[in-house]
């Protein structure tokens, strides 16, 4: 199984960006699907997950200005994130669970910087 993250980028703040993440080679049914993220020195942290059925749940400091959706058919996530802030920048992990087990896509860097 391969997850394949892109769309990051450089945005000034209150900008916005939209992230994708594809999961390929799985013969199972896709879970829960989520996006994490990584400053440096800091520890991964979740981001915003959602279940195969669409139930949805988000940080605290994302609240609000992030969206999280997916498209079974596609088996694809999506970040949809709207006034960004400097503190948003962080290298942006998706992952996947399928069957009990997680699977991690490759990272996209995210740099919200004036």
């Known amino acids: 199984v391969q997850l394949q993250a892109s769309g990051g980028g450089l945005v000034q703040p209150g900008g916005s960006l939209r992230l994708s993440c594809a999961a390929s080679g799985s013969r199972f049914s896709i879970g829960a699907m989520a996006w994490y993220r990584q400053a440096p020195g800091k520890p991964r942290e979740l981001v915003a997950a959602?279940?195969?059925?669409?139930?949805?749940n988000y940080a605290d400091s994302v609240k609000g200005r992030f969206t999280i959706s997916r498209d079974n058919a596609k088996n694809t996530v999506y970040l949809q994130m709207n006034s960004l802030k400097p503190e948003d920048t962080a290298v942006y992990y998706c992952?996947?669970?399928?069957?009990?087990?997680?699977?991690w896509g490759q990272g996209t860097q995210v740099t919200v910087s004036s």
């Open positions: 992952s996947a669970d399928i069957i009990g087990y997680t699977y």
């Open positions: 959602i279940t195969s059925g669409g139930s949805t």
